[in-house]
């Protein structure tokens, strides 16, 4: 695989951050951080997205892999770009808006589902097809793209959870956007940083035992 990845691989999962406030992002960003889980998706849905990117970057540096999630256009992309993302998300893979994404340098990963989704975001050069969303099928689904695309990176995200972790590694992820699970967003609104910080180290714990 590309040297590009490495950072991705290394990191393994990467928390899909979905907050109401930029102040509640930075916070979740923190108690994730804390308990062991070190990528940070901040998504587009949250408000003042570029400004958490680049607060999270100017606090943590290269001790955390930081990213922006939901691109849907490409002012998007280059606000991100601008605030220092490291890689770019998009839910799914429009020519342009992947085109526009890939023009930036950064890591880009967009959506698919059925293999000519994933035909076509490899055709256009991504770094990661993002399996989205991958609990509609399961590690099971995973791996049997794995047949026609043995060499895809490919990052579920959807129905990842402690439980299942080392079952989506075994299918072939390269890493794994975790939502709900770990960036759950009713301890977000109600600021349960202690809550978020044990779901974060339940993941950190479960990558740790699948990589023994």
Sequence with gaps: MSDRLDRARTTGILAVLRAPSAELALEASEAI???????????????????????????HGDAAYIGAGTVTTPEQAALAADAG??????PGTLPALTRSMI???RIVMTGAMTPTEVMGAL?????????????????SYLGALRGP????????????????????????????GAGGDL?????????????????AARFAAALATTRA
Excluded: C, H, Y
């Excluded at 060499?151 to 890493?175: C, E, I, R």
């Excluded at 960036?183 to 779901?199: H, L, M, T």
């Design 183 to 199: 960036a759950n967003g009713a301890s977000i609104k109600a600021s349960d940083w202690a809550d978020i910080e044990q779901r």
């Design 123 to 139: 055709e256009l050069g991504v770094d990661v097809v993002k399996i989205f969303p991958a609990s509609l099928g399961g590690p």
């Design 33 to 59: 951080i804390r308990g062991g889980v070190t990528g940070i998706e901040v998504t587009f849905s949250t408000p003042d997205a570029p400004a958490v990117i680049r607060e999270l970057i100017a606090r």
């Design 85 to 90: 993302a490291e890689f770019l998300v998009s």
């Design 149 to 176: 695309f043995p060499d895809a990176p490919l990052m579920p995200t959807g129905g990842v959870s402690p439980d299942n972790l080392a079952a989506w590694f075994a299918a072939g992820a390269v890493a794994v």
């Design 103 to 105: 023009d930036t340098g």
